[in-house]
């Protein structure tokens, strides 16, 4: 077998995006990857291990060959009658198709070609063996399909002058990349393998830490030593993982020493770590004066605009001290620590003014203003639409508490949407809702009120929190049911994956407070509701709004962990008050492991299908069989299993009991094989044959209170 060597490719650019590093650095070198073992270089004990770099990207692929193993291929020619004449000698056209595959026309050719009978025709196949690719042809192509398959948010066009070195390909002059590439290296082994890409030529010198490398330009001795060369002569952490790694290490620490936490952010840490090639933490703070912001607003313009990390206390609260991930690591840290001291001041000096001049104002006297705002073009103004959600958030809370509750929803709704109009929202859109609740509070509301206005947004994405009362649960539903109906009735539904509204966020949202909240609302009333909230005009939508809440719902549940089978069981009766859903898919998996289950359902599913095809319509809907009509032991034995087993059913199902309700039904196994065993449904006899619907009718009542049993059938 032919001796495989490790393989290394890095393009050295300028800065790349941060948010979009990590992604590029993951799509180069699984793109590299595949189109290496796409062209027989690589196996599948072929191991990628990627690097990515505020400037690089690259891949170090171990067990690739220099040239692919040689593959036998099949190439279909002709009709036989057509390439060959009377005679059995090549006709002009296979000559022709021969030639043009590079093949000779000699007679060994032509007596190795292989006949295949292809319906009523012969057809001739020439097989032949195709040369492996070598690896300078393979990578090529490889990697000029992983730089066009790169998630690039921005493209840049950028010239090259052909004249700047002996790395760029000359003649180019336009190159278009996310940024300007400086650089390319291309080892297998210690060997440089001959590859161009966006005008340059594969070296094997890359260039390390922009200040602090001790060899620039670092000379690359072979693949292997990539990710320690650059660490000892780069001063270059090459792995995002491992750079991510240190600086979290780095952080703990750090906060360790201040007796503090740093703040949980994935994505902050993401972004830091794409902007440092050597991180180093330092510890730096801010007047302890800026306290009296609300914390939410400084830790986000801490954030959001300086990338710092805020240290918070046992509690929760935030510190006056914080992180910065430097990219130096001077002897002397004390004017970095000074200078980011410097920069953080005015950005918190701003978060201050705005919430001190906010605060100038009530929320109250801001709700007039909303009418001067355009909520969409054809749902009219955010004034319009406050109004809507009071009417929603008012008879929500009216069925959640009474006239109590329904009073602070209506005042929390009216409120709730003012601090848009707000300085400090106008700079952090994020705050949204946050800023409503500590202005609410200012300005002496109730509690609840504040907390329902600071809570109204949620849940605002996958695992977040659910409004923490019942006022905002009120709120909250009307505002994303108001959402939902008034784009459904405008005809702006969701698309395959384009959703400009979220309104698959928000109906999840809606999903997860009837469910998890245990809300005893019925989703057909509220679905009403929302669309009444709207004066004439607006598309009645609300068949096709119901049925996407049941189908992002029937999504919601097997995410939780239900099978498709419990799931369409209990999801197939429609039952309107979601926050049973727990206990009807308790009751059907308890159902379910029970020994009769599989020949109730498929007896359940048996009896729907008759129902469905019996031309006594109105047998289904009789309240009893006539026990007078009841002729054969068997119909009569299940006529008294169901006159026993019915009524406890039933009184399980109205206690909320849905697995006591499930299992009553097991009695009825025996009863129902014994009538299918003995019992002509369709009798000859008019009376009978109704009477027997009939019965039949009432079991299938009886046993699909909880769930359609019939999914549960195999």
């Not at 620490?253 to 330092?282: F, I, M, S, Y």
């Not at 809370?397 to 509750?405: A, D, K």
């Not at 209990?570 to 998996?589: D, M, S």
Request: hydrophobic share 50%; proline share 6%; glycine share 8%.
């Amino acid at each position: 077998m032919t001796s495989t060597k490790n393989l290394l490719v890095e393009l050295f650019v300028e800065e790349l995006p941060p948010k979009a590093l990590k992604k590029l650095g993951e799509a180069f070198g699984a793109a590299l990857l595949d189109g290496l073992r796409a062209a027989g270089l690589a196996g599948e004990g072929s191991v990628l291990n990627g690097f990515a770099t505020p400037r690089r990207l690259a891949a170090h692929v171990s067990h690739v060959l220099a040239v692919a193993p040689d593959r036998a291929a099949s190439v279909k020619l002709m009709p036989a009658a057509v390439a060959l004449d009377a005679a059995g000698a090549p006709t002009a056209a296979l000559h022709k198709k021969l030639a043009a595959l590079g093949v000779a026309s000699d007679p060994d050719t032509i007596a190795g070609l292989r006949r295949v009978a292809e319906g009523k025709a012969e057809l001739l196949y020439l097989d032949t063996v195709v040369p492996g690719a070598t690896l300078a042809a393979g990578l090529q192509k490889a990697l000029d399909e992983a730089i066009a398959k790169l998630p690039i948010p921005k493209v840049m066009q950028y010239q090259l002058d052909s004249g700047e070195g002996a790395h760029f390909q000359p003649g180019w002059t336009s190159v278009h990349f996310v940024r300007p590439a400086h650089g390319l290296v291309a080892l297998h082994g210690a060997d440089v393998v001959p590859v161009q890409a966006l005008g340059l030529v594969a070296g094997r010198q890359t260039r390390g830490h922009r200040f602090e490398a001790t060899f620039d330009p670092v000379v690359l001795q072979d693949a292997d030593h990539y990710e320690r060369q650059l660490a000892e002569q780069g001063a270059v952490v090459a792995s995002f993982a491992a750079r991510r790694g240190e600086i979290v290490r780095q952080l703990a620490a750090a906060a360790a020493r201040e007796g503090l936490v740093p703040v949980d952010d994935d994505a902050l840490l993401d972004e830091v770590t794409a902007l440092v090639e050597r991180p180093n933490v330092l510890v730096c703070g801010f007047p302890r004066e800026f306290l009296a912001v609300p914390q939410e607003c400084l830790i986000l313009t801490m954030k959001a605009n300086q990338k710092y990390f805020p240290l918070l206390d046992a509690e929760g609260r935030l510190s006056h001290r914080f992180l910065v991930v430097s990219n130096i690591s001077p002897a002397d840290a004390s004017r970095v620590v000074q200078g980011n001291e410097r920069v953080v001041r005015p950005r918190l000096a701003d978060a201050k003014f705005f919430f001190d001049q906010d605060r100038r104002r009530t929320l109250e006297s801001r709700v007039p203003e909303l009418a001067r705002v355009v909520y969409h073009g054809k749902l009219g103004s955010q004034g319009e639409r406050v109004e809507r959600v009071r009417l929603l958030a008012r008879r929500i809370g009216q069925e959640l508490g009474g006239e109590s509750l329904a009073a602070l929803a209506d005042r929390a709704a009216l409120l709730a949407k003012a601090d848009l109009l707000t300085d400090m929202v106008g700079e952090f859109p994020e705050l949204q809702g946050v800023m409503g609740g500590y202005y609410a509070r200012h300005d002496g509301e109730p509690e609840a009120v504040a907390l329902a206005i600071e809570d109204h947004y949620r849940p605002r994405f996958a695992g977040d929190g659910l409004p923490r009362g019942d006022a905002g649960l009120a709120v909250a539903l009307a505002d994303k049911l108001e959402t939902l109906a008034g784009l459904f009735g405008i005809g702006q539904l969701p698309t395959g994956d384009k959703d400009p509204f979220a309104l698959r966020r928000h109906a999840l949202g809606v999903i997860r407070m009837l469910v998890e909240r245990d809300l005893p609302l019925a989703v057909p009333a509220l679905v009403d509701m929302a669309f009444e909230a709207f004066a004439a005009g607006l598309a009645d939508a609300r068949g096709e709004l119901t049925h996407f809440l049941y189908e992002r719902l029937i999504g919601w549940l097997r995410e939780a962990g239900y099978s498709a089978q419990e799931v369409d069981a209990v999801v197939a009766l429609r039952p309107p008050r979601w926050a049973e859903l727990p206990q009807r898919l308790a009751a059907v998996r308890a159902f379910a492991a029970l020994p009769e289950a599989a020949a109730l359902a498929a007896a359940n599913k048996r009896v729907g299908n008759i129902l469905k095809k019996s031309e006594a319509g109105d047998a289904a809907l009789a309240p009893a069989p006539d026990a007078a009509l009841l002729r054969e032991p068997a119909e009569a034995a299940l006529a008294a299993a169901l006159q026993a087993v019915e009524p406890q059913a039933e009184a399980a199902f109205a206690r909320g009991e849905h697995t006591a309700s499930l299992q009553a039904l097991a009695a009825l196994k025996a009863p129902v094989d014994a009538f299918f065993d003995h019992v002509m449904v369709n009798a000859d006899d008019p009376a009978l044959r109704r009477n027997r619907l009939a019965l039949l009718a009432r079991l299938h009542r009886a046993m699909n209170r909880v769930a359609d049993l019939s999914r549960l059938a195999a």
